[in-house]
């Protein structure tokens, strides 16, 4: 079942003009009368055929622009937005076409995100986020046209919003905030206790600077940031509640350091600020205790609560300021001091208002800070490496959505931020690299502590070629991005792909590893069931070795043949 049209205010389908080739104008004409009696599947057709003559620029525009709009209007989001990225801004003249082409991206767009916010799955939440932030990009490029058409039409220097625009800008503001609760509530629900126990120092710890701040704040101007900061912290009873859900037995620290906040929030109500700081502190006290974390692990946590949220220039100082106080061996200095230089970049955007680079500058900076973290870790298990690979992929998806957000125009680039974008691909392959040598190790090791009874090929044989799957998008993301001009669209599926397939196998993974135990304690399988499972651990270790000499360099003199992706 097809997602439920929005609210499209525009469907405009524009004439090629009796200036056109007698033929071209024909198909043309009679492409669009079926596009008006919504019969979609022959307007397709002829546009599709339209497409692949030789037109003038400014014809093939409106060929294109046309064409995507009738999959738009098939609800064929994506193949839409192909069409109309395809159209190169230079040939458009007409600011009618060029407000017509903006509402029509928001609107592929926001179907787009309509469309995966149907699905049960919550892997799509982040690839939401953007296309309800490109949808909103476009909405306002599209208000900035209508206010240029505006004032040439009126000569005046004001202007008012269309009545379309402004209904769908607010839809679409709406469903971005749907999105981001939701990106909220995801990790909330998925997160530790002891992660929880430090969100809650983090914000408790704000909300106390924030009450002495209010405590010097006039009476007669008290009461709307009162409202304001009493909103904030009734909005931490989620947390409260999950981390009681995460313990099965009653904690009484727990339930001590809930009733002092709620005491806390109590208070507040009434206006007794001196009260609410102490009830607050009382609570801290309790969470202090139990939120005992590595510092390096507390602060990648600060970071993704911040980026959950909207940024600001206060979030960010947060992060910078306790950066600064991490400890690091003298090796791993030099990756810090980078990652604080982006965190001040961060900054310095935010400060200019340009937020979707602020937020770039942050996942790059946390993402030195997690490959910080990987240096500190002992055990190089399989799933281990996909986990840092998977995240690292996904940091690089989200850097390059961001750069193309953080655009001035459709067509402008930023070299600063191509090259992070570079940099980020090449150490997701980097990440991914030591993962069939790692699970080489755990074959081995699994054979040598006799633990090769059961079927060895399960889970490897759905593994690895999702990992191999995901791989080769990885390296192909890096063809594209060496292309000019920058083809956002194309990079985007590929990393797309390396996400999606690596999540599968991440997934297999794991759900193999919490069967394995009950499976030991289970009865012995018959012995000629043991020889099978033999046989195929064997084909699966023989596999590995296989693909595992493929890699080695080449000597002089010998051909070259295409090795797998690792």
Request: net charge negative.
């Amino acid at each position: 079942m097809k997602s439920r049209l929005p609210l499209f205010l525009l469907y405009l389908f524009f004439h090629l003009h009796a200036s056109a080739e007698e033929s071209t104008a024909q198909i043309g004409d009679q492409a669009k009368a079926f596009a008006e009696t919504l019969d979609f599947t022959q307007a397709s057709l002829l546009y599709e055929e339209l497409s692949k003559r030789q037109l003038p620029d400014w014809q093939q525009a409106l060929v294109l622009y046309n064409w995507g709009t009738v999959k738009l209007l098939q609800q064929e989001w994506l193949q839409a937005l192909h069409l109309f990225h395809s159209i190169p801004s230079s040939s458009i003249s007409s600011p009618l076409l060029l407000r017509s082409l903006a509402l029509n991206k928001a609107a592929a767009h926001l179907g787009q995100a309509q469309l995966l916010a149907t699905l049960t799955t919550q892997e799509t939440l982040d690839e939401q986020l953007y296309l309800a932030w490109q949808g909103i990009k476009e909405l306002k490029e599209a208000t900035a046209i209508d206010c240029r058409m505006q004032r040439m039409e009126q000569d005046s220097s004001t202007c008012v919003p269309t009545k379309d625009l402004t209904t769908l800008l607010k839809k679409a503001l709406l469903t971005l905030d749907q999105i981001k609760q939701k990106l909220r509530s995801q990790y909330i629900s998925s997160a530790g206790s002891n992660s929880l126990w430090i969100i809650l120092k983090t914000a408790l710890d704000n909300l106390s600077k924030q009450l002495s701040a209010l405590e010097h704040i006039p009476a007669s101007q008290k009461e709307p940031y009162s409202k304001v900061f009493l909103t904030q912290s009734q909005t931490l009873f989620p947390i409260w509640d999950q981390l009681k859900s995460n313990i099965s037995e009653a904690d009484s620290n727990i339930e001590e350091a809930l009733k002092h906040y709620s005491e806390a929030i109590i208070y507040l109500e009434e206006q007794q600020l001196g009260q609410a700081q102490k009830s607050l502190q009382s609570s801290l006290q309790i969470i202090e205790k139990m939120a005992a974390s590595n510092p390096l692990d507390t602060l990648l946590l600060n970071y993704r609560i911040t980026l959950l949220q909207d940024i600001n220039e206060s979030a960010i100082q947060s992060l910078i300021n306790e950066q600064m106080e991490l400890v690091v061996d003298n090796a791993q200095k030099a990756n810090l001091e980078t990652a604080t230089k982006f965190l001040n970049e961060s900054l310095h955007a935010a400060q200019e208002g340009q937020l979707f680079k602020a937020r770039f500058y942050i996942i790059y900076s946390q993402s030195i800070l997690e490959n910080l973290a990987l240096e500190t870790e002992e055990e190089k298990a399989p799933i281990n490496v996909l986990k840092h690979a998977l995240q690292t992929a996904q940091a690089a998806q989200q850097l390059t959505q961001l750069a193309h957000l953080a655009e001035s125009s459709p067509n402008s680039s930023n070299a600063d931020l191509l090259s992070i974008i570079r940099k980020q691909q090449d150490d997701t392959l980097k990440q991914a690299a030591p993962f069939i040598p790692s699970l080489l190790d755990a074959q081995k090791s699994a054979f040598n502590n006799q633990k090769g009874s059961h079927c060895q090929s399960h889970p490897w044989n759905q593994v690895i070629p999702l990992f191999e799957k995901g791989y080769l998008a990885a390296k192909q993301a890096k063809v594209w991005m060496a292309l000019q001009p920058f083809q956002a669209l194309a990079l985007f599926d590929q990393q797309k792909q390396t996400v999606k397939n690596w999540q599968q196998a991440l997934k297999i993974l794991e759900q193999a590893a919490s069967s394995a135990e009950p499976e030991s304690n289970q009865n012995q399988p018959p012995q000629s069931q043991k020889s099978s499972a033999k046989e195929d651990s064997n084909e699966t270790l023989q596999m590995i070795q296989e693909m595992q000499s493929q890699d080695q360099p080449q000597k002089k003199g010998q051909a070259q043949q295409e090795g797998h992706s690792w």
